[in-house]
Nanobody, 124 residues
Framework: QVQLIESGGGLVQAGGSLRLSCAAS????????MGWFRQAPGKEREFVAA????????YYADSVKGRFTISRDNAKNTVYLQMESLKPEDTAVYYC?????????????????WGQGTQVTVSS
């Protein structure tokens, strides 16, 4: 069992930066690949970024590639999402989750142990 708690969201102006954190409890955290998803009002949840259990491979949605960076610290049971050059269209609730199968990183069906989410609002 893994419990996830996101933090670091907030209000930022366009062009600004934020770093989201996802703290995990449970001894099995380091065995899971982790992903970040987001959901804007009236829209479906969408994939943002993912990282393998070792941190050796990362994956990004085209919309955030080059602006967002996912990383993890298994010693701290934490995964991060560094967001740069934020745009109003990045406004959403951001969720972290554990990929239970180590594949199909953009498919939220393969994820479990979702956090409660953290709100990111980017003003223009």
């Amino acid at each position: 069992q893994v419990q996830l708690i996101e933090s670091g969201g907030g209000l930022v102006q366009a062009g600004g930066s934020l770093r989201l954190s996802c703290a995990a409890s449970g001894r099995t955290f380091s065995t899971y690949g982790m992903g970040w998803f987001r959901q804007a009002p009236g829209k479906e949840r969408e994939f943002v970024a993912a990282i393998t259990w070792s941190g050796g491979n990362t994956y990004y949605a085209d919309s955030v590639k080059g602006r967002f960076t996912i990383s993890r610290d298994n010693a701290k049971n934490t995964v991060y999402l560094q967001m740069e050059s934020l745009k109003p269209e990045d406004t959403a609730v951001y969720y972290c989750a554990a990929n239970l199968y180590g594949r199909r990183w953009a498919d939220d069906v393969l994820y479990g142990y979702w956090g409660q989410g953290t709100q990111v609002t980017v003003s223009s």
